[in-house]
């Protein structure tokens, strides 16, 4: 299999690199295509891929395209490579966009997918979340499970849940980093030095999503198992709680999909 990334920004090379690092496909085996051909042979050069120096002979050399360009590109593109879509996989990561919007941009004989990926797809630890309403033969959907499987969570959603997981999965990493950071200050306020704060604030995030995985209790129970009656942490969430942590999350989700 041939895979072709049709714009090579943040999202497409996180999700290079973990193709290539967790052995899913041979980096001799992925293209690119991007707006400014200098800055992407630098790119593809790191990585050891193929650059393209137009969006058609990108599309023209992989079975599966990916439409990583920005939302407002993705009509123009399409039209510009359509010629070379015939008999392959489209697969759109563009925000905003479904099977329903992007069926009618797309020649008859390829078939297409909306997903929306995260960037944590690079080290292996992704989500991509999967529209459930596609043209993909199951053969197809087994292809692409099986490339993207091992570096991501495979996450099917209707259609009209699209905004809401693409939120979720796609926007919450910086909620994440901004919780490492914020711990992390906490840490260095108290004595502790900025990089050892830093990993033990991002371990303490990997860890408690592994333990999660793993026995899949409810959040609440794992806060539970922590707080000791009278202890310190429950002093802690009792602030949290206070201060509308919960609330806070709930309400920049809500700001995004509001914008939307």
Known sequence: MKLSFIGFGNMAQSMARGLIDF?????????ASAAHFDKLQQTAGQLNIHACPDNLEAAAAGDVIILAVKPYMIEEVAQEIRSALVNKIVVCIAAGF????????????CESLCVMPNTP??????????????????????????????IALIAPVDSAHMDIAGTIAGCSPAFAAMFIEALSDAGVKHGLQR??????????????????????SHPGVMKDSVCSPGGTTIRGVSQLEKDGFRGDIIDAVDAIMGGR
């Open 23 to 31: 052995h899913c496909l041979p980096a001799e085996d992925i293209y």
């Open 121 to 150: 797809i690079r080290v292996g630890k992704g989500i991509m979340v999967w529209e459930t309403a596609n043209s993909l033969t199951p053969d197809s959907q087994a292809k692409l499970a099986g490339l993207f499987g091992p």
């Open 195 to 216: 990089a050892q704060a830093l990993e033990m604030a991002a371990c303490v995030l990997q860890g408690t999503g592994a333990l999660f995985m793993a026995d899949r």
């Open 98 to 109: 479904n099977e329903k919007k992007l069926r009618p941009l797309l020649p008859d004989g």
